[in-house]
């Protein structure tokens, strides 16, 4: 059965930084695009930054240059490194796999991240 579980999730003050890892089970990882979303209370639930089995990456203009994604099929585990961090990025991230790779959309619980002094 195919599962995402997200950790390293915390509180940070602001210009801090913090790595997320999203461990995924189930299915052999370097065949699929991996992508981290985020969720604010109240708002909807927004693509943070995408990594392609090419390694190729995208990401949101409010995080580029601060974010970095990264996967080591290996231990089939897809990174998300936050620099820099303000208020603004507080917010439940979520990691995702989803069509055209399956057939469906599956989500990790998600992990907290709480910027604040």
């Known amino acids: 059965q195919l599962q995402l579980v997200e950790s390293g999730g915390g509180l940070v003050q602001p210009g801090g930084s913090l790595r997320l890892s999203c461990a995924a089970s189930?299915?052999?990882?370097?065949?699929?695009?991996i992508g981290w979303y985020r969720q604010a209370p109240g708002k909807d639930r927004d693509l943070v930054a995408r990594?392609?089995?090419?390694?190729?990456?995208v990401y949101a203009d409010s995080v580029q240059g601060r974010f970095t994604i990264s996967r080591d099929d290996v231990k089939s585990t897809v990174y998300l490194q936050m620099t820099t961090l303000t208020p603004e990025d507080t917010a439940v991230y979520y990691c995702?796999?989803?069509?055209?790779?399956?057939?469906?959309?599956?989500w990790g619980q998600g992990t907290q991240v709480t910027v604040s002094s």
């Open positions: 990594i392609f089995t090419t390694r190729a990456t």
């Open positions: 995702h796999v989803g069509p055209p790779y399956t057939g469906t959309d599956y």
């Open positions: 189930g299915f052999t990882l370097n065949y699929y695009a």
